[in-house]
């Protein structure tokens, strides 16, 4: 590896310099006072992870190797800690912002573009009010009349498992009676994989007064739809895959027979549990239904993925009962729902002595102190 040595008027001054000749991964080796400030010998991390030769390392260069990953870490937390407090100093607004949606559950990459977007010299309150409204305005909502069961057709709902999708599919047959009438409602299961599920779905077919039918596979499926072609509504049930079942792709099949998607997404989960199972189900699906909204204390991450995905909600479903717990989106109550998850006191809950880390950063100590310290210690 080369090295080079960078002479500062101080830690941080040296650190930036580094980091803007050598790149974000520079390694710093040693650093010794200086009569102009403080020398620090660093290297480009790069040249030492590509070594030239295939020799395997001895014991002590896997120990340089080790300590120059650590010191590596420690330059990089160093770096995002500065960068934290300097914008936390400089713009307190736009980290409000960041901290708000943290908090509420909202993912990074989504955080990190609206608080970027927030307009010069608001801050406070204005703030606040500036991102419920872009939240609302960004949270895509199918308009009334475009929904499956006012605009008929053949609807597959999609999903992983327990998402709610048999019980949210009875919710929308009884709207589709109220509607269309029992005899334009037919309700086909094609979730050949679990026990009772057709069963389940019979029941709610009994109980209605609508047809049920069943499709085993694909080709039952694209068999049956034409004789099917009298009723309005198409209810068609899936089974649940997890999201890395192979299985899961057999959804797009669904499209070649001219069936569309709704994929059922259960609120409560986790950011990266939706974005998996919207990867897997949701790519070309006409719409979302968030389910379980009683169960969401914060439905910040299910948000997020619709608006990064511009997937739009067609429904949300709030209760076991069918078929009263189903409800049409209201965009401000969700977001509003979303925002208040954030404000929950929970052992989850970011302290403000947290924050720092979600930087990348032990503490605001200073640059020198740290890397010395390591220095003895090593
Ligand atoms: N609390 C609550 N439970 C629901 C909701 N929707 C469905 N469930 C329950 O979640 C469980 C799984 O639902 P199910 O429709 O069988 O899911 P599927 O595997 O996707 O078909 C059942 O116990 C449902 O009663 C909802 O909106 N809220
Ligand atoms: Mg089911």
Redesign the pocket.
Known sequence: MKTRTFVASSAREGLARIRAELGDDAVVLSTRPHPQGVEILAGAYGELAAPGTSEAPDAAGSRILSELARLRGLLQNQLAGFAWSASRRRDPARVAILQALYAAGFGGALARTLAARLPRGSEGEPAQRWLRQVLIRNLPVLPAGHDPVARGGAFALV??????????LAKLAARGVEVHGAGAVALVAA?AWRVGAET?LRIYADLLGVGCFVARDADALARLLPTLSAHRLILI?TA?FAPADPRAQAMQQLDALGVRRVQ?VAAGQQGAAIEQALARFGQGAMACIL?????APQPGAALDALIRHRLPLAYV????RVPE?LHRPNAVYLVDRALKGGQLATPYALASEDWALVAGVEAERDAADAIVAHRHAG
């Open positions: 999903g992983t498992t327990g998402a709610g999708k048999t019980t949210t979730d389940q049930d649940g059922v389910s379980k909204l009683d169960e479903t709030s209760g076991q717990d």
